[in-house]
């Protein structure tokens, strides 16, 4: 079987996936600027935690993908059929 990714800049679909997955959106600690988050990840159970981020709220998150104007590369399921919380942030070429 193969994976299933998507690539996505739709708010709600972003939303929906992670929040299906129990995560929240953060920025990696450390590498937020004067007036914005940083480097955009999410926070999922398991992951790397409160030690790597820093919990922000959905409209800080949003700002910064679309100021940056990013897109969000995501595994629906993996290559046996079950459920992923990979992804990537990337540049919306």
């Known amino acids: 079987m193969t994976p299933e990714t998507r690539t996505t800049k739709d ?5 929906q996936w992670v929040e299906s997955h129990d995560g929240v959106p953060a920025s990696v600690r450390g590498t937020e600027g004067s007036d914005a988050a940083g480097v955009l990840r999410f926070d999922f159970p398991g992951g790397a935690g409160e030690d790597e981020l ?35 942030v990337v540049a919306d070429d």
């Open 11 to 15: 708010h709600d679909e972003i939303r």
């Open 54 to 88: 820093e919990h922000i709220t959905w409209d800080t998150w949003f700002a910064k993908f679309d100021k940056e104007d990013l897109a969000l590369v995501y595994q629906k399921t993996r290559a046996d059929g079950g459920d992923s919380t990979f992804f990537k």
